[in-house]
């Protein structure tokens, strides 16, 4: 079911009727931006976005919100669009375990067309534009950035591959943030502790198995080319850099090579965040673009980010967890059911569970708060019993109001790591973390009235599906 | 020259201009990297509008926090 390349996936949105075109003439600002908020405020069903008529521009093509909604998601893992969401989890859980399928690799790619290596000018070669009224400039938020683990260069899956913002801050230059928790910031410091700059490779416009790899919280180790052949099903395609021993995805439609320069921290941002808020200014590392390669007529991807729900939710929703889903099984096989970490990339985190003894759904929690994404995120984790879906909040907030005694179901873990752009952190990076405990108590203990739980009347599920039959 | 609308420095300067000639030109203040184009609303291109709580002062700009902080050199034994 592999998408060829970025073109072909917008083809497949085109035509299952998720792509809106719009032709009438729009300001890059603050139109672009504007256009997709709204957009976003308008449901989880929404299309992806296509500009082709931008003031001042002759020629600039523009998609957004690719992958801003959950049709778009089915789409991208080659499910039917109206695939529930709890059923895109349990197919994405069933291809993870899929993982490595190795790569493929080619001579050549699309993106070899038209190559710039002399006075490379981004703003000249992309149509750039602000998102948010606050952010310090103008943003590439939804390209994948490549780069290689230098104490271990031969063990493939320490080749990193992820999502990073990054302000074009010059013609040629780009700053970039790297979150602790990020393995980018493994791979610089690695570099600067030489004295070397740190090879990169950034490609804009992929398709979107990749970017869902790039932005799943894999384990150090793990390939996410691997991953990205696991996800659709047959190998991924990569072609080498040329400037360094990296891989890129064969479908980009833009490629820039270039290098973090070592010891050079410049100012950067703010940035309207993931996290509804601006991050802070910051003196932040700095790549150099030295080579720029690109198909004839490119299509630049973006997407708009800010306050919750944006297309950055629904792009990492399922692929934050699953991972966390597999880590909790691996501890406890036969209790996890399902974990929906969709909110704020899993600062909260709500997980079905059976209990085999009091205090067991505590313990589920507490292995939640040491998992690898768990250590920058989970917050606030919310434990449910085996017959509430975590994908339906009504259900949650029926076992929050019925199972939970503040009491005893509340604990509170005192100073614990979190991503720095948490906004509640203090200082930032340290929070203290809550796991809410909405499970039925059970043996020994016993507290509450919970032996006549209630049921539905015989014969529900044949009704269900006489009555959605006649509904069609 | 032109006055930065954040940091109100006056080295600004034009790094591209449209292509579609005489509709916009972008500029980079090259003292808080601050970018902007010519035809964005006024609460971004003028100095005086621009929201307060998102000002910089060019005093602060040396000393704002290294993300990451640089590590120190480090002699590998080969
Ligand atoms: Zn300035």
Same mark, same amino acid.
């Given at each position: 079911?592999?998408?060829?390349?970025?073109?072909?996936?917008?083809?497949?949105?085109?035509?299952?009727?998720?792509?809106?075109?719009?032709?009438?003439?729009?300001?890059?600002?603050?139109? #672009?931006?504007?256009?997709?908020?709204? #957009?976003?405020?308008?449901?989880?069903?929404?299309?992806?976005?296509?500009?082709?008529?931008?003031?001042? !521009?002759?020629?600039?093509?523009?998609?957004?919100?690719?992958?801003?909604?959950?049709?778009?998601?089915?789409?991208?893992?080659?499910?039917?669009?109206?695939?529930?969401?709890? /059923?895109?989890?349990? /197919?994405?859980?069933?291809?993870?375990?899929?993982?490595?399928?190795?790569?493929?690799?080619?001579?050549?790619?699309?993106?070899? &067309?038209?190559?710039?290596?002399? +006075?490379?000018?981004?703003?000249?070669?992309?149509?750039?534009?602000?998102?948010?009224?606050?952010?310090?400039?103008? !943003?590439?938020?939804?390209?994948?950035?490549?780069?290689? +683990?230098?104490?271990?260069?031969?063990?493939?899956?320490?080749?990193?591959?992820?999502?990073?913002?990054?302000?074009?801050?010059?013609?040629?230059?780009?700053?970039?943030?790297?979150?602790?928790?990020?393995?980018?910031?493994?791979?610089?410091?690695?570099? /600067?502790?030489?004295?070397?700059?740190?090879?990169?490779?950034?490609?804009?416009?992929?398709?979107?198995?990749?970017?869902?790899?790039?932005?799943?919280?894999?384990?150090?180790?793990?390939?996410?080319?691997?991953?990205?052949?696991?996800?659709?099903?047959?190998?991924?395609?990569?072609?080498?850099?040329?400037?360094?021993?990296?891989?890129?995805?064969? $479908?980009?439609?833009?490629?820039?090579? %270039?290098?973090?320069?070592?010891?050079?921290?410049?100012? /950067?941002?703010?940035?309207? &965040?993931?996290?509804? *808020?601006?991050?802070?200014?910051?003196?932040?590392?700095?790549?150099?673009?030295?080579?720029?390669? *690109?198909?004839?007529?490119?299509?630049?991807?973006?997407?708009?980010?800010?306050?919750?729900?944006?297309?950055?939710?629904?792009?990492?929703?399922?692929?934050?967890?699953?991972? #966390?889903?597999?880590?909790?099984?691996?501890?406890?096989?036969?209790?996890?059911?399902?974990?929906?970490?969709?909110?704020?990339?899993?600062?909260?985190?709500?997980?079905?569970?059976?209990?085999?003894?009091?205090?067991?759904?505590?313990?589920?929690?507490?292995?939640?708060?040491?998992?690898?994404?768990?250590?920058?995120?989970?917050?606030?984790?919310?434990?449910?019993?085996?017959?509430?879906?975590?994908?339906?909040?009504?259900?949650?907030?029926?076992?929050?109001?019925?199972?939970?005694?503040?009491? *005893?179901?509340?604990?509170?873990?005192?100073?614990?790591?979190? #991503?720095?752009?948490?906004? %509640?952190?203090?200082?930032?990076?340290?929070?203290?973390?809550?796991?809410?405990?909405?499970?039925?108590?059970?043996?020994?203990?016993?507290?509450? *009235?919970?032996?006549?739980?209630?049921?539905?009347?015989? $014969?529900?599920?044949?009704?269900?599906?006489?009555?959605?039959?006649?509904?069609? | 020259?032109?006055?930065?609308?954040?940091?109100?420095?006056?080295?600004?300067?034009?790094?591209?201009?449209?292509?579609?000639?005489?509709?916009?030109?972008?500029?980079?203040?090259?003292?808080?990297?601050?970018?902007?184009?010519?035809?964005?609303?006024?609460?971004?291109?003028?100095?005086?509008?621009?929201?307060?709580?998102?000002?910089?002062?060019?005093?602060?700009?040396?000393?704002?926090?290294?993300?990451?902080?640089?590590?120190?050199?480090?002699?590998?034994?080969?």
């Amino acid at each position: 079911m592999a998408y060829k390349d970025f073109r072909d996936f917008l083809h497949t949105l085109e035509k299952e009727g998720q792509l809106l075109t719009i032709s009438d003439e729009v300001k890059p600002e603050p139109d #672009l931006a504007a256009a997709n908020r709204a #957009l976003n405020n308008l449901g989880d069903k929404t299309p992806a976005l296509f500009f082709n008529n931008i003031y001042g !521009y002759n020629a600039a093509r523009i998609a957004m919100n690719v992958m801003g909604s959950w049709p778009n998601h089915a789409l991208m893992m080659g499910m039917p669009k109206n695939t529930p969401l709890k /059923e895109q989890f349990f /197919e994405f859980a069933r291809r993870y375990e899929q993982f490595p399928m190795p790569v493929k690799r080619e001579e050549t790619a699309p993106f070899h &067309e038209v190559e710039i290596t002399e +006075d490379i000018n981004l703003f000249d070669i992309l149509p750039l534009f602000r998102l948010n009224q606050g952010d310090g400039g103008f !943003y590439l938020d939804k390209a994948i950035l490549v780069s290689r +683990d230098l104490d271990d260069p031969d063990t493939y899956g320490k080749q990193n591959v992820g999502l990073y913002r990054m302000q074009v801050k010059g013609k040629n230059r780009l700053g970039i943030q790297p979150v602790p928790q990020h393995d980018i910031a493994i791979h610089i410091r690695q570099a /600067e502790e030489r004295g070397e700059n740190l090879k990169v490779a950034i490609a804009l416009g992929c398709e979107p198995v990749i970017t869902t790899a790039a932005s799943t919280p894999l384990l150090y180790d793990q390939s996410e080319y691997e991953m990205a052949g696991a996800i659709q099903g047959e190998p991924y395609r990569v072609v080498k850099a040329k400037d360094a021993d990296l891989d890129l995805p064969w $479908g980009a439609e833009v490629i820039l090579e %270039g290098e973090v320069l070592a010891g050079e921290r410049e100012y /950067e941002g703010p940035f309207g &965040e993931f996290t509804g *808020h601006y991050s802070g200014g910051r003196a932040m590392p700095v790549i150099q673009i030295n080579r720029v390669y *690109h198909r004839k007529q490119p299509i630049f991807e973006h997407l708009y980010i800010g306050m919750p729900w944006t297309e950055t939710d629904y792009m990492i929703g399922v692929n934050t967890s699953v991972p #966390l889903f597999q880590q909790l099984k691996d501890a406890f096989p036969n209790e996890i059911i399902a974990v929906n970490a969709m909110y704020t990339h899993g600062l909260v985190a709500i997980i079905s569970t059976k209990t085999r003894y009091g205090g067991f759904a505590k313990a589920v929690g507490m292995r939640a708060l040491t998992t690898p994404h768990g250590l920058g995120y989970c917050k606030l984790v919310i434990v449910v019993d085996e017959d509430v879906d975590p994908f339906n909040l009504p259900q949650v907030m029926w076992a929050l109001s019925t199972k939970l005694h503040p009491k *005893h179901d509340a604990v509170i873990v005192p100073g614990l790591s979190i #991503l720095p752009l948490d906004p %509640g952190s203090d200082p930032a990076g340290m929070t203290h973390k809550m796991i809410l405990d909405a499970t039925t108590p059970i043996a020994p203990d016993i507290r509450g *009235h919970y032996s006549q739980p209630l049921d539905s009347p015989l $014969g529900v599920a044949e009704w269900e599906k006489k009555l959605s039959h006649m509904l069609r | 020259m032109h006055i930065c609308p954040r940091c109100e420095s006056n080295r600004s300067e034009v790094v591209t201009r449209s292509p579609v000639k005489g509709a916009w030109e972008v500029l980079l203040c090259p003292v808080c990297m601050f970018t902007w184009r010519t035809s964005e609303p006024d609460s971004i291109t003028d100095p005086a509008k621009y929201k307060s709580a998102f000002k910089v002062n060019p005093q602060d700009i040396p000393n704002a926090t290294h993300v990451p902080p640089i590590p120190e050199r480090v002699q590998r034994r080969s």
